[in-house]
Structure formats: C-alpha cells, structure tokens
C-alpha cells in the first residue's frame, strides 16, 4: 500500500514551516526502510526549488477558491484508488475539507494530522470564527478521517473535548542527527539564551519571551537573547526590542538553515520556546539533541520528557514573570559546571530515547496505517 503524504507546500526542509519539514522527515524515513511513499505538495506554484530527495515529489496548482480541487488533483488520486492511503497534514485548510469529502465518497481511506492545531491556545485565537468553521467544514473532515494523528497530550485532550472521538492515535514523530555534537561549557562572560523558529508572536509566544528577557536582564548584564527566524512580524518584534532598549542584547539573526543554523545553535549555553500552542516543536527536539538544556511552556507537549529526563525546565503558564524566574534558575544552575554537563548530557539522552526514527516509523505503520 502507497503512503501519500499532502500537504500546503514542497515538504522543503529548508523553510521555516514546521509542518513541511516533518513532512519530509517522515516520508525520507519511511522510503529508507522500504515503504513506498511520496509527497503530493498544494502549492502557488510548480517549480522544483528544494534539493535532492529519496521520494517522489508531485505538485498541484493552489486554486483561487480555497476549497476548490483541481482536476489534476482529482484525476490522480483517483488514479490511486485501492493501492494508497493519503495522510493529509495541517488543520483549519478549506481545501482539506472539500479532499475529505473526495477521498470518502469514493471509499479512499486517509489519515489527518492537525499538527497542534486543536490546542487550546490554538482555538483561542478567533475563537468564534473557529467554531463557526468547525461547526461547518472541520468537523466533516474528521468524521470522515480514518484515524486522527495526534502529536502531544494536551492535543488529544482538547480534541475530546470538541469532537469526542476513538479515532485519536497519540504519536510523536522521529529525529535524527548525524552531526557530532561538540558539547560546551557555559559561557559566564556572554551567557545565550536562544529561540529558532517561525516569528509568529502570538503563536510561539515571542512577546512574552522578549518581557521575560527584559526582567531576567535587569539583573544579568552578561547574558544574551538569540532569536533565528523570519517572517512579516519580524520588524515589530525588533521594534518592541528597541523601545526597550535591548536591541544590543537581543539579536534577531534572519532565517538559518542547515550548517548556518547548526552552527548559531551550537554556541547557545541554553533554548527557549515559548509557545502558547504547538504540537511538537521540532526546534526543542533539535536544540536537545544538541545538547542544550531547555526551558518551554507546558503546550509544547515536550515540557513532562524535559523534567522527567531533568533535562530542562518546564513553565505551566505563560507568564513572563515565570519565564524569567525559569531563566534565572537556569542561569544559576550553569555554575555548577558538573550539573549542567549532567542536563547537556540527559538531553540527547532523552532525544534518542524517545524520538527513534525507527520506532516511530513502526508505530505509524502499526497504528494508523492500518
């Protein structure tokens, strides 16, 4: 049975879009052990922009009705009827509903991953115009789901609470490095607290990090905020930093990728993410297995393993007052050179623990794809 993988985008790695470079991590693991799986990108545009991958790369045209399918699109997947499973990826997409409807009056059987967006904090943003979608389209799609992929605890928890259900799988997905990590001491004279991802300030809870970094630093000259990303809200975070007289401590560095961005995270003493609402942050699993300890809030669904593995610290509100108070026990801590070897140390143990490539891709095919 073929496994297609759709998705807004190319699945290009090198793009600060979460969904897409879980994406092409799955998919690149799921062919290395010989599944036959491939990648069907809805996009703007058919140009082949992204490097060399071991799996099959279609593209569709984006329609100017969002919830319009193409020809094209219909065609082939009716094409693929009885040989595949479709695994659409990424929830609130118009398009998504109108597939789910395809897919289910022909029998074609897929599985859905909102990708955490079923949080709480998700759904309070535009609550209403949130339920009213739901109430309208979302809800079919999941109806019409075979199995619901989810990523973190408290999204499973507040899917029951919207669409109690027995279709819900509660999995995380695999990470792999194979770059030898070069742990560090801290560095006491420029201490480096440090974010990479997407600048979505409500989202990744930015606003609350840059508050926390200003009540940390009040009282710590010597330490640092590095901030790696874009996006459209770039220039208001830099101007927030401005106004308050931090924009020579916190550092917003652009979009990094691959040896660029590896390099910029090996010299970070500790990572930071914020989010009101995530699934699973890919950037927190990275930043540990690279050894750093990290501080995030409870909706990163990452925060239990982190304590659990005292590998991190773990704030259950979002609060910058309680940001900062995690920072500075972070920072104290760092003076023990011995216990925070201890924490650099159980953070790549926690990563190869529970995030094996290998036996996530075995969950998978054993649990929603069957």
């Known amino acids: 049975m073929d496994i297609i993988h759709i998705v807004l985008g190319k699945a290009n790695p090198e793009r600060m879009n979460g969904v897409n470079k879980v994406v092409y991590e799955l998919t690149t693991k799921q062919v290395e052990i010989g599944l036959k799986a491939s990648v069907w990108g809805i996009t703007k545009d058919k140009e082949k922009n992204y490097g060399e991958r071991n799996f099959e790369t279609l593209l569709f045209l984006h329609q100017r009705n969002p919830f319009a399918i193409s020809k094209e699109l219909k065609q082939t997947i009716l094409e ?3 040989t595949a499973i479709f695994h659409l990826h990424g929830g609130w997409i118009p398009l998504y509903y109108s597939l789910s409807k395809f897919l289910h009056s022909y029998k074609i ?10 949080t709480i904090g998700a759904m309070e943003r535009n609550p209403w115009v949130k339920k009213l979608y739901f ?3 979302e809800k079919s799609l999941l109806n019409n789901a075979a199995k619901i992929h989810c990523l973190g605890k408290s999204e499973v928890f507040n899917l029951q609470n919207i669409f109690n259900n027995k279709k819900a799988v509660l999995l995380p997905y695999g990470y792999e490095n194979d770059i030898e990590v070069l742990l560090k001491n801290p ?4 201490f480096v607290f440090g974010f990479i991802g997407r ?6 809870g930015l606003d609350i990090m840059i508050d926390a970094f200003e009540l940390f630093e009040s ?14 809200e770039r220039l208001i975070l830099e101007k927030k930093v401005k106004a308050k007289s931090l924009h020579n401590k916190i550092i917003f560095f652009g979009s990094k990728f691959g040896k660029e961005k590896e390099d910029v995270l090996q010299k970070m003493d500790v990572f930071m993410h914020s989010s009101r609402t995530e699934g699973l942050p890919v950037s927190v699993i990275e930043a540990a297995n690279f050894g750093k300890p990290c501080i995030v809030t409870d909706a990163t669904n990452i925060g239990d393993l982190l304590v659990e593995y005292k590998a991190g610290i773990c704030i259950a509100c979002h609060c910058s007052i309680k940001l900062a108070d995690a920072m500075h026990e972070m920072y104290t801590t760092a003076e023990n050179l011995i216990l925070f070897s201890e924490m650099q140390h159980n953070a790549i143990k926690m990563v190869k623990d529970n995030y094996n490539w290998k036996k996530v891709i075995s969950q998978f095919n054993h649990e929603l794809y069957i």
């Open 80 to 82: 693929k009827k009885g």
């Open 109 to 118: 059987p897929f599985v859905f991953t909102p990708h955490g967006t079923y």
């Open 135 to 137: 109430m309208l389209f």
């Open 187 to 190: 560095n006491k004279k420029e």
């Open 199 to 204: 600048l979505d300030t409500y989202h990744k």
């Open 219 to 232: 009282k710590n000259s010597n330490v640092k905020l590095w901030i790696v990303g874009d996006s459209e």
